[in-house]
């Protein structure tokens, strides 16, 4: 598995992954230099930060014999179809507990797993919601055992996966940047970039969810891998609109109009919200001057296609 392992890292994952410069009327007034860290070019299917938390799980995975992963995630989720595809290309069967009532036809992100090889297992909200660590012992002790991976890919293993942005980062600037800015979900991400960066600068997390409960996970993902706490980062929590897929239609023209201007597709869920969060918060003066930002582009573009296909064809979708 090793060598497998790491030939297809070599020859299948685009690493690291690019930075792209955005110059901008507002950047230049403000005197801000900002990259976007492209996680989404990684790979076609397993893109964004769901390669770096599935990597060392994926390879302890195998270490220990495994031969299915079971994780867990909503219809849409991008986790879901990223592990549904690791699974196909690394070798595992793949089991989704998917939140929620089984809908027919799948949607484009269920349908994508699917073709991946993904196995389904539908439960209700509040089982899901409240039964998660049950689910997985009873369908081990049906199915046989599996490596169980979080909702969200999110563990101690993804923190460590994540944690390499910023040494990649640090190469390809010759320096480290005053600002990281990510999306968060369920935290991953973002403990890692808190203690990648050991304190050198700051992280500021812009939550999709509804809520600061994402407060208490990150700080717990980030003392259970490094034992220490951390105040190098902050919570950015006004720009969820409502909460998770929740929208209205001005996030729905800035997302058109800002992936036309700057050719970087971004998604309604996650990466929509944190650029709008980013630039309203460069308009009131939150950065500061003569700064440099590095934003992740966390991929999730696969959610486009079910969002237009619940909303209508709301989104540009040209990539």
Not at 208 to 234: M, P, R, T, V
Not at 250 to 259: G, K, T
Request: net charge neutral; with cysteine; charged share 20%.
């Amino acid at each position: 598995m090793q060598c497998l392992y790491s030939y297809f890292c070599r020859n299948m994952f685009n690493k690291p992954s690019p930075l792209q410069l955005i110059e901008d009327e507002l950047l230049a007034k403000r005197e801000i230099t900002l990259f976007v860290k492209r996680d989404d070019l990684i790979h076609p299917q397993i893109s964004g930060n769901k390669w770096r938390k599935l990597k060392y799980n994926l390879r302890a995975a195998k270490q220990q014999q495994q031969k299915r992963l079971l994780t867990f995630g909503g219809a849409y989720s991008n986790h879901i179809a990223a592990t549904a595809a690791a699974g196909n290309i690394f070798g595992f069967e793949t089991i989704g507990v998917i939140r929620g009532e089984l809908v027919k036809p799948l949607n484009p992100t269920l349908d994508l797993a699917q073709q991946q090889g993904m196995k389904f297992v539908f439960v209700g909200r509040k089982e899901y919601r409240e039964e998660k660590a049950e689910i997985a012992i009873r369908l081990q002790d049906e199915l046989g055992s599996c490596y169980v991976i979080p909702e969200g890919g999110s563990n101690t293993l993804a923190v460590k996966g994540c944690a390499e942005i910023v040494a990649e980062v640090q190469e390809q600037l010759d320096d480290v940047p005053d600002y990281f800015c990510v999306s968060s979900g369920t935290g991953g991400t973002a403990a890692g970039l808190v203690v990648g960066l050991a304190r050198m600068s700051l992280v500021k997390v812009f939550p999709a969810l509804k809520g600061n409960f994402i407060l208490d996970e990150i700080n717990s993902l980030i003392w259970e891998f490094s034992g220490e706490s951390y105040d190098n980062w902050q919570l950015i929590s006004n720009y969820n609109f409502g909460g998770y897929t929740k929208w209205n239609q001005q996030l729905i023209d800035f997302i058109n109009d800002f992936s036309a201007k700057f050719k970087l597709q971004i998604d309604p869920i996650y990466t929509g919200k944190l650029f709008y969060g980013v630039w309203n918060e460069i308009e009131k003066g939150s950065f500061k001057d003569n700064s440099t930002i590095v934003v992740i582009h966390t991929g999730g573009l696969q959610g486009i296609l079910g969002f237009n296909q619940r909303f209508g064809n709301l989104l540009n979708y040209n990539l």
